[in-house]
Every structure is written in structure tokens, then in C-alpha cells.
């Protein structure tokens, strides 16, 4: 079990840094307003892999998104006998905020993908505009891929830890010793060949008229 929790762990870590570094990539080429060209009210743009970049950010970002959750398990499906521990919040406020953060990252990453995939010329907005991504948005989408990415480690790792310290779960109940009845067992029956004992009646009444 913990060989599965390491590659997991790994895996995603390793997801999270790739579609970091290509979204950080992607900020560095994009297109600038320094690099658009204005003949006769006609944007000409220049070739960028900031596309590229961006939209391969996103898949990696989605596919750790996917192994994290999928290892650990629908958290809204689980149930635990004690809902308040602090293990439990944890996981609770580290699910929540990790796919906030995965949803506003992934759209982050994928509209800076398309918004920055202008080629050739094209005319200009209002007359008088080239549109081009505004400065910040792959790397918006780097920092939130990385926090989604560690927020879900973190999730995932109190949740196993959660489980394996319940004392509620099924591998600690073994310890648990059995109490005994409260009925006393039943006398053993007499042995064999052993004649009945006959009490008079008057023995019962003399206890009870004394």
C-alpha cells in the first residue's frame, strides 16, 4: 500500500511541475504587443508556441486532477463514523479548494491557448486595437496548477492516513475483546445410571408454614 501511495504521490507531482514549467514557458513566448506589426488597420502576428504550450499545460494539469481523485475515491461518497475529527476536515477543506483551484487554472491555461492563437493578419478590433493575452494569465494558471496539484497530495495522503488510523475501521477490530454473557450456563446434565432423588411433599410446605 504505501509503493501505490508513493506513485501516486510522484505521479501527480510530477504532472503538476510539467504543466507549471510549460505554463510559465507559454507566458514567456506569448505574443506582445511589441510583436504585432500595423499595416494599413491590419494586425499581422507572429508565429508563437505559447499555443501549444498552453494546451499541453491543461491536459497534464487534468490528467494528475484525474489519477489524485481516482486513487482516493469520491470524498462527498465516503462515509466515517466521526465526520468532525481533524483528519477529516482537512481532507474536506483540501478537496474543496483543490478542484476551485484545478477549474480556474485549467480555464486559465486553456483561454490563454486560444486567445493566443492569432496567426497571419487579421483586423483590428474597434478600429483602432490589436487584441493580444494580457500579461499574467499562463502564469496565473502555473501557480494555481501547482497549488491544486499539492492540495490534492495533501488530500489524498490525510485520507489514507485517516483510514488507517480509524478506530472504527475493520483491521483494528480485532483487538477488541468479546464480553462474556451475563446468563450463567446451564447446569451439566446428571451422569448415567444415576437414580432421581424424590422429595416428599411436606419438606415444601413445612418452608413455607414454618
Known amino acids: 500500500m504505501e509503493r501505490k501511495v508513493l506513485l501516486v504521490c510522484g505521479s ?9 514549467a510549460l505554463g510559465f514557458a507559454a507566458e514567456a513566448t506569448r505574443v506582445k504587443v511589441t510583436d504585432v506589426k ?22 497534464a494539469l487534468m490528467v494528475a486532477q484525474i489519477i489524485i ?5 469520491c470524498f462527498c461518497c465516503k462515509k466515517h463514523p466521526h465526520p468532525s475529527s481533524s483528519n477529516w476536515t482537512v481532507a474536506l477543506a483540501c478537496f474543496v479548494v483543490s ?5 480556474v487554472a485549467f480555464l ?15 483586423q483590428m478590433y474597434f478600429g483602432n486595437y490589436c487584441f493580444v493575452v494580457k500579461a499574467g494569465v499562463f502564469s496565473g494558471g502555473s501557480i494555481l496548477s501547482l497549488a491544486s496539484v499539492s492540495l490534492g497530495i495533501i488530500y489524498y495522503l490525510t485520507l489514507f492516513s485517516a483510514k488507517n488510523t480509524d478506530p472504527w475501521g475493520p483491521q483494528n477490530n ?21 437414580q432421581p432423588v424424590f422429595v ?8 413455607q408454614f414454618p
Open 200 to 207: 416428599p411433599e411436606d419438606t415444601y410446605i413445612r418452608q
Open 69 to 73: 481523485n481516482t486513487a482516493a475515491g
Open 12 to 20: 501527480v507531482a510530477f504532472l503538476g511541475l510539467l504543466a507549471a
Open 108 to 122: 486559465l491555461l486553456l483561454m490563454g491557448a486560444a486567445l493566443n492563437d492569432q496567426r497571419g493578419e487579421e
Open 174 to 194: 480485532q483487538g477488541i475483546a468479546m464480553a462474556r454473557p451475563q446468563f450463567p450456563p446451564p447446569p451439566p446434565p446428571p451422569p448415567q445410571g444415576t
Open 99 to 103: 478542484w476551485i483551484t484545478f477549474v
Open 38 to 59: 500595423l499595416t494599413n488597420e491590419t494586425c499581422t502576428y507572429p508565429r508563437s508556441p505559447a499555443l501549444g504550450l498552453g494546451l499541453t499545460a491543461a491536459v
